[in-house]
């Protein structure tokens, strides 16, 4: 690989993966030592209650995810098209019916409890405990619908360290409340919802500081100032964008539900304390698996969408392996020491000792599974392959587990339940690699590796450059001379010097420092393109400087030589194109 061509995709890659693995350990992380304080202070037979109501929160995430996700991958696309109207008017949408649909649901949640309650639980004597969490839970949703869809606008636009610092706030107010109301108060599974809303307060209030940051580029305007009519049009757009990866939710949400009822047949209270804990290990799992995928998404949407396949495939790569060395290790170091899930979550007697470390021995197999087919799923959503994605969430999510787990636990017990369980992921893996493998072969040779062109476009000239004149002129020639063979000998030089003009503004622009110049120039019909990314101080030729402004500065030429030139910011870059007339 050329090391200069991947080295700005490569650094924001890892601008992007720190804090969004933080953002995801601080979330994931704290949902895990969270099971493990209501295990220790409460005893793990109280555990079953939050087990039990995870479909509300799997529930809530389907629609957020689909809504910030689906939102912020739209906004993304059509930053990098410079279309701010509607990159502002799916961000206001998307944040509208987040917003309605919260406080729709805690309304509804406390007014029905009852029926709420029933339905979660099918067991009369858990029902307490899962009346005294879920009744202060759901006063929680709008804030976390908020928390979580503003953090993925936030992310897209450049500003993942303030979403990761506001999950992190979230959580660490959730956790130590936790401590404050359970322990010091004796509140019970009430203090621990209690604390969990508590956090979310929290946490609301630092992401709003993204709303009146000055340098974000996505403005809140009116979701209804085009009526009734546009706000459903815009907002259907963003759930189809968003439902292939959102679903997984909703099959979570059913599957869950139904696993829950399952296992509390065939395993008893034990066998659903053992299913808590698998549940609350994948926290630890999903830690890597979503800062990860959430990493890759709006990079390779990004890259995807302006026709880089290389570079695509590069960030793919580097999350494939990230995921599967992570998920093995994991993996491995609960088979060889099942005693730290025992230990953490207060595990005693032999009996239900050896009962729980034989079904952490059997469930760990299924983590590099897990891994595999969240970041696939993410993948796939972010190279507009919607109906792929959708297909494997259903698989994985719903089918696959209902089938297997309720065939083999009626033999089996609780281990065909392990057995279902892993079955159920090797199998999504599998159909994502053999899809996969069956697409490129019915479309070769346009198809190659991860259903991405395999041949490089004809139509299309790249080179990445440092901050180097003398470098970025004679590659500004080459270009020029391209395009001098493709069309005629005027417009390569109008290509060379705008190219020139534009390279060395960013340099200067620039000084001492040692970035890259991601360039592509595309032959688009009727006149050229010239596309620019680079992550140092921005250089806008569309803004010229008074005070420099005379017959030969940068700016004054480019405007000279361009029929029209777009700047903008994209994942937190400088995106400038220029359009040349042939």
């Given amino acids: 690989m050329n090391d200069l061509k991947y080295r700005l995709i490569g650094r924001k890659f890892q601008e992007f993966f720190l804090p969004t693995l933080s953002m995801a350990l601080a979330n994931n992380m704290a949902l895990f030592v969270d099971s493990v304080l ?11 209650a939050i087990q039990l109501c995870a479909p509300v929160v799997t ?3 389907l629609v ?42 805690a309304a509804l949640g406390t007014a029905f409890r009852g029926a709420q309650v029933a339905f979660l639980c099918r067991d009369p004597s858990l029902r307490g405990d899962v009346t005294e969490y879920c009744s202060v839970l759901v006063l929680g ?11 993925y606008f936030a992310r897209s636009d450049g500003s993942p360290k303030l979403s990761f610092q506001a999950v992190l706030i979230s959580n660490l107010i959730n956790l130590t409340m936790d401590i404050v109301l359970m322990k010091g108060f004796g509140m019970g599974l009430r203090g621990a919802a209690l604390a969990t809303v508590i956090g979310y307060v929290g946490g609301s209030a630092w992401i709003s500081r993204y709303l009146i940051s000055k340098k974000r580029q996505l403005r809140l305007v009116s979701p209804f100032a085009s009526g009734v009519a546009a706000f459903f049009k815009t907002a259907r757009a963003i759930c189809v964008r968003g439902f292939p990866t959102a679903s997984s939710q909703l099959y979570i949400t059913v599957c869950t539900h139904s696993l829950n009822a399952l296992i509390t047949a065939c395993g008893g209270a034990l066998g659903l304390q053992a299913y808590s804990v698998y549940k609350n290990s994948l926290f630890l799992g999903y830690i890597l698996f979503i800062g990860t995928a959430q990493t890759l998404s709006p990079i390779a949407s990004v890259y995807y969408h302006g026709g880089d396949y290389d570079r695509v495939r590069y960030v793919l790569a580097r999350s494939m392996r990230i995921v599967l060395i992570g998920a093995i290790l994991m993996a491995a170091l609960f088979a060889l020491c099942p005693a730290i899930l025992l230990k953490m979550y207060n595990i005693e007697g032999a009996e239900k000792s050896a009962y729980m470390a034989a079904a952490i021995r059997l469930f760990v197999i299924s983590y590099p599974f897990v891994g595999m087919n969240f970041l696939m799923s993410f993948y796939w959503q972010a190279i507009k392959r919607q109906t792929l994605s959708a297909v494997l969430t259903a698989l994985k999510g719903l089918v696959l587990p209902l089938s297997l787990v309720g065939l083999l636990s009626r033999r089996m017990g609780m281990t065909g339940v392990w057995a279902g369980i892993i079955a159920a992921e090797a199998l999504s893996t599998a159909f994502a690699f053999a899809a996969m493998a069956l697409i490129r072969r019915k479309n070769a040779p346009r198809l190659g ?7 490089r476009d004809a139509d299309r000239y790249d080179f990445s450059v440092e901050m180097d004149i003398p470098r970025q002129v004679r590659l500004s020639e080459e270009a020029g001379d391209w395009i001098a063979r493709r069309v005629s000998p005027g417009l390569g030089n109008r290509t060379c010097l705008a190219l020139e003009e534009m390279l060395t503004g960013i340099t200067l622009a620039n000084p001492g420092t040692e970035g890259v110049i991601d360039v592509s120039l595309r032959d688009a019909g009727d006149e050229v393109v010239i596309s620019l990314r680079d992550m140092g101080a921005g250089f806008n030729p569309t803004v010229p400087d008074p005070s420099l402004q005379c017959e030969f500065d940068n700016v004054t030429v480019l405007n000279r030589l361009a ?7 994209s994942l937190g870059m400088n995106a400038t194109r220029i359009h040349l007339k042939k």
């Fill in 38 to 48: 209501v295990s220790r202070l409460l005893g793990i037979s109280r555990m079953p």
């Fill in 59 to 61: 529930f809530v995430n």
């Fill in 64 to 105: 957020y995810w689909m809504l910030g996700l689906g939102g912020s991958l739209l906004a993304s696309n059509a930053t990098a098209d410079h279309d701010r109207e509607k990159a502002d008017r799916v961000f206001s949408t998307a944040m509208a019916a987040l917003l309605i649909f919260g406080a729709l649901f």
């Fill in 141 to 151: 949703i709008p804030l976390l619908c908020y928390i979580m869809s503003l953090s």
């Fill in 449 to 455: 590796s991860f259903l991405l062109p395999s041949r």
């Fill in 563 to 569: 029929s029209a030139i777009e700047f903008d910011r």
